[in-house]
């Protein structure tokens, strides 16, 4: 999906999708879409803390947080109760997200896209109404913007399910198809 509309993009990041990028080592990447798009980008505190333990991933995204690419945000309490227990199973940092996308889309001066790669909180994320995307787009997104070339992003992609990316043949031939038809 491309986002043609003025209004703003505002990115919420899950912990996957950091720790995704922080292995395939393009994180700054995100932070040049963002320029791209004139964006935001947020994330929980709870999400901040679930990479805190994995120092690989912690330092990348500490000096982004440092810098200002990334804000961490504590999310209402209140809301993060009441979905914790309407989408019981998801984790503290998914349900931050769901919650800051709640809280951010009511202001209605922005597009909020969670970015999530699980796919129960994915479809937590659909259920309340929101277009969700995650790793795999945001390759496909770097690819489109120039930020990674063709052969990088194949490559990338191909890597994935070689750290615990779960993706199904379909959904991988349909990401390397869209890559292809990239001008």
């Not at 720790?19 to 040049?32: F, M, N, T």
């Not at 991933?57 to 914790?84: Q, R």
């Amino acid at each position: 999906m491309s986002y043609s509309n003025n209004k703003r993009k505002l990115f919420i990041l899950d912990s996957s999708v950091i720790s995704e990028l922080v292995i395939l080592g393009i994180l700054e990447k995100l932070d040049a879409y963002k320029e791209i798009l004139h964006a935001e980008i947020i994330m929980p505190t709870s999400v901040r803390d679930e990479l805190y333990n994995d120092n690989k991933v912690y330092s990348v995204l500490k000096s982004h947080i440092e810098k200002g690419s990334f804000k961490v945000i504590k999310p209402p309490e209140k809301i993060v109760k009441e979905l914790g227990f309407r989408f019981f199973g998801l984790g503290d940092g998914e349900i931050g997200v769901l919650t800051l996308a709640i809280v951010n889309q009511e202001e209605h001066t922005r597009i909020v896209i969670p970015l999530m790669d699980d796919k129960r909180a994915r479809k937590a994320a659909y259920e309340l109404g929101f277009q969700v995307h995650g790793t795999l787009w945001l390759l496909i997104e770097f690819t489109k913007n120039r930020l990674i070339g063709k052969c990088m992003a194949l490559n990338l992609i191909k890597m994935l399910p070689e750290h615990g990316f779960h993706l199904s043949e379909e959904i991988l031939r349909d990401a390397i198809r869209k890559i292809q038809e990239i001008l």
